[in-house]
């Protein structure tokens, strides 16, 4: 077992003098085309990945919740009904699930739970995403409630967008609860509907570059994107009242009116278009199992971020600039909100621990900075870990 879970279920032991009754993981996620698309109703292709959340959990028969974060080695204890903010950030995770679990109208009592996990906080990999739908599914189990995964789902964002204040999109927890070993998932944000592609790494791997940098834009700017993108569609209903986002808009449409938006609008919503074209094509280049097309898409979706959506920064830009000098990688991007975090880059297999070697020291170089980069290997969504031998 993962000595990181032997410590959790040992945390558990001594701080409730009991077993957990069940033991669950819960996946980061990795997006690999179609960025700031979720929430505009387009089209996403992410997959959960081996680095995870893991919580040791047992019901109660009251309504308290004892938790305690492994990792922060931090506690609060706190009742269902009094879901209070306070200056632990880390609990409003867990408050705003248990809060619209309630709001669904299923009864369940407390619990006492350990959590702790190996996903890198602030590298864009949705570790928030995880504690959400870790604790969901967990609840989901040890009450028996019967909540179908796409309302885990769905409850995970609200908890998100209402309770931790992130206006967030459905991605992440997406990825988290309903990733599948070896597919990336092209998931529609306007129908939920969903399709898996094969993505095995036999022959390409994927390789994350963390910058290690959060710059404080990240959450301001989000909501402001949100806003531009939302201020795009008000000027195009006029013209065409059953456009609803800018899904609905064809390249050609928001061409015609180009003249009638702020320059800077008008470039936040033709990334969009384009972004949600262009996972559509991707998917295509995916099923003819043409990687290089593929990669080539996802330096295009670099650029619309840094200049059109103007969401990355510096230390990203250097790292997408200093792969694309390297012929082994096939695709580079930031990945996910941006302002700092990771990218992610598509690299023949055999080519990827030069190509670590090669960025680690230039990003010391050029930037003095020390890079972290993550191999990463898709695995299957939220489940029960259900034996000592599982592999974590
Ligand atoms: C963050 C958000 F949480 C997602 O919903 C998504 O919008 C992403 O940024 C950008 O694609 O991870």
């Not at 922060?72 to 706190?78: A, D, G, S």
């Not at 064809?250 to 919503?269: G, N, W």
């Not at 295009?300 to 920064?313: P, R």
């Not at 992610?344 to 930037?367: H, P, R, V």
Request: charge should be negative.
């Amino acid at each position: 077992m993962d000595p990181l879970v032997t410590a959790i279920i040992e945390t558990f032991r001594a701080s409730f003098g009991t077993e957990p009754a069940l033991l669950v993981r819960s996946p980061g996620r990795i997006n690999l085309i179609g960025e700031h698309t979720d929430y505009n109703m387009g089209f996403v292709l992410p997959a959960a990945i081996d680095r995870e959340m893991f919580f040791a959990i047992s019901p109660r028969t009251d309504n308290v919740c004892r938790t305690i974060a492994y990792n922060l080695n931090r506690q609060e204890t706190f009742a269902t009904d009094q879901l209070e903010k306070t200056e632990e950030k880390w609990t409003y995770y867990l408050k705003g699930v248990i809060d619209q679990i309630q709001k669904l109208g299923y009864e369940f009592h407390g619990f006492d739970l350990v959590f702790g996990g190996n996903i890198p906080v602030g590298a864009g990999v949705s570790s928030s995403a995880a504690l959400e739908a870790g604790l969901a599914f967990a609840i989901n189990e040890l009450y028996q409630l019967g909540i179908p995964k796409m309302a885990l789902v769905q409850l995970c964002q609200r908890a998100e967008n209402q309770f931790v204040g992130l206006n967030c999109g459905i991605m992440d927890m997406f990825a988290s609860l309903m990733g599948d070993t070896d597919a990336v998932i092209r998931l529609d944000c306007r129908s939920l509907e969903y399709e898996y592609f094969p993505f095995t790494q036999d022959q390409h791997v994927l390789v994350l570059c963390d910058t290690g940098v959060k710059h404080s834009l990240g959450t301001s700017e989000y909501n402001t994107r949100r806003a531009e993108c939302e201020r795009g569609v008000a000027i195009l209903q006029a013209h065409k009242p059953s456009i609803q986002s800018l899904r609905d808009v064809s390249i050609e449409f928001l061409q015609e009116h180009q003249a009638e938006f702020d320059p800077v609008t008008y470039k936040r919503c033709k990334y969009i278009v384009e972004e949600i074209n262009r996972v559509v094509e991707a998917c295509k280049d995916l099923q003819k199992d043409d990687l290089e097309a593929f990669g080539t898409k996802m330096y295009q979706t670099h650029e619309g971020l840094q200049h059109e959506y103007e969401v990355s920064c510096e230390e990203l830009d250097f790292l997408v600039d200093q792969a694309r000098l390297n012929p082994a990688v096939l695709g580079a991007r930031m990945m996910g909100g941006g302002f700092g975090g990771c990218t992610i880059n598509l690299i023949e297999k055999g080519a990827a621990d030069a190509f670590i070697e090669t960025m680690t020291k230039a990003y010391k170089e050029s930037l003095n900075l020390d890079l972290v980069t993550h191999k990463v290997v898709i695995k299957k969504g939220t489940s029960r870990l259900e034996s000592s031998n599982e592999r974590v």
